[in-house]
């Protein structure tokens, strides 16, 4: 065979495996929800309240949404970083099918940045620099049902931020009879929002503070957006928890506190649970010590106090991670971190004297 001929069906061979390769790296990238066409091929991201305007080949604030020649993509539909199984507790989920285990997953990503972030490594990392796992969809739901979890939870970064790969998960595990649960700052806007929620089971929803200034110092995000966010969560009839990580000298002021439980009371329920958690020294808030469990206590006091009838402590040792039943005050689960010592609800109920107690316990 004469060389030219050689060197041209190795050229042929070449531009084929550079098309196919390029090819499978196009199949990938998913075009994005949520977003409008501007002048000069620029695009706004309507996903979240930043409404990024972003020019070719610009991204987002969270890294993970993508101009790429006028249109918006996902950099990480079928991406996830982290594949976990959980028990429910871990998340905190404290009346939501306590003693099951539930399939945590994340990607890279975040569109806050708050400089007290306890999974900073992954929630402020860039998509296009680490590694992830090539799991479907169909594939995350499968591995839910093989090892036997009774519910999948969008988690440990801003689920928000794969917002299309987690409303298809969710979808399909309706169809499998799985409960789905958003672990989330709540950093969404009203119409996503809207259209995720019917997919959606339970909701722990990071309040972070209860002061416009704290959001912006230490969020870079705005209050109010969040606070939207639960109350339309709580009227589409999602179980809601609410955490709070309590910073010392940040978001702890007394005040504050009672102003964010009497809130809840009014605009939510009483019976919406919130959780108190311990702060430690993390990325950029290296400089300020854990919080004092004196300070968890008078929170867990001040909440109480307002008329809160299930408040929980974590990330510290502590007998405040119990329920007990807001009518004859007996203990209807036993825990003991993430295990379930003793349950005494019978069909959501507490045994000893029939009060119903929120949460869903049947899956």
């Not at 649970?273 to 993390?282: A, E, G, I, N």
Request: charged share 25%; net charge positive; aromatic share 12%.
């Amino acid at each position: 065979m004469k060389t030219s001929k050689i060197k041209f069906i190795i050229f042929i061979v070449l531009i084929s495996f550079v098309t196919f390769s390029f090819s499978k790296k196009q199949e990938v990238l998913r075009k994005a929800s949520f977003w409008e066409k501007l002048d000069k091929n620029y695009v706004k991201c309507t996903l979240c309240p930043f409404y990024c305007v972003l020019k070719p080949n610009q991204k987002g604030i969270c890294k993970v949404r993508k101009n790429i020649k006028g249109e918006l993509y996902t950099l990480v539909y079928n991406k996830p970083i982290a594949i976990h199984i959980d028990p429910i507790e871990k998340k905190p989920l404290y009346h939501f099918l306590p003693g099951t285990k539930i399939l945590s997953i994340a990607t890279a990503g975040c569109n806050l940045n708050c400089n007290f972030c306890q999974n900073w490594e992954i929630s402020q990392a860039d998509p296009e620099n680490v590694d992830s796992y090539n799991f479907s969809p169909k594939d995350i739901v499968n591995f839910a049902i093989e090892n036997k979890c009774h519910s999948i939870a969008f988690t440990y970064t801003e689920p928000t931020i794969f917002y299309e790969y987690m409303l298809d998960i969710a979808k399909l595990a309706k169809l499998q009879n799985l409960k789905t649960v958003w672990v989330t700052c709540g950093y969404i806007n009203p119409e996503p929002l809207k259209q995720l929620l019917p997919y959606l089971d339970a909701a722990n929803i990071d309040l972070k503070g209860f002061n416009e200034g704290f959001y912006e110092k230490y969020t870079t995000g705005h209050l109010e957006p969040v606070l939207n966010t639960i109350k339309t969560a709580f009227q589409e009839s999602l179980l809601i928890e609410i955490t709070n990580l309590v910073i010392p000298n940040a978001n702890d002021d007394p005040d504050d506190v009672k102003n964010m439980c009497n809130w809840i009371i009014q605009e939510l329920s009483d019976d919406v649970p919130l959780h108190f958690s311990r702060f430690f020294p993390k990325y950029k808030l290296l400089d300020i010590p854990s919080t004092p469990k004196r300070i968890l206590e008078r929170n867990y006091k001040i909440a109480l106090d307002c008329g809160l009838k299930y408040i929980y402590l974590g990330n510290v040792i502590t007998d405040k991670e119990d329920t007990f039943c807001p009518v004859c005050g007996k203990k209807v689960i036993d825990r003991s971190g993430y295990q379930i010592i003793e349950n005494n609800l019978i069909n959501g109920k507490c045994k000893f004297c029939g009060e119903k107690i929120y949460g869903i316990y049947s899956p």
